[in-house]
């Protein structure tokens, strides 16, 4: 996150994990976003949870 609220979000997965399609991704956004984003991927982990969490 810059000092004026600029994010630049990156990031990647694989399936199945480590043979498979490779899905990243590279955006940028303002923290005036961040609380919607936040309930969007809530909402995503409700629908697809994350299986085998550490």
Known sequence: M???????WSGE???PVG???VL???FMSNQSFLK???KDLED???VY???GKP
């Open 44 to 46: 995503i982990t409700d």
């Open 36 to 38: 919607d984003l936040i």
């Open 24 to 26: 990243s991704f590279e």
């Open 2 to 8: 810059g000092k004026l609220g600029n994010i630049e």
């Open 49 to 51: 949870p994350v299986i």
């Open 19 to 21: 043979t498979g399609a």
């Open 13 to 15: 997965t694989c399936y």
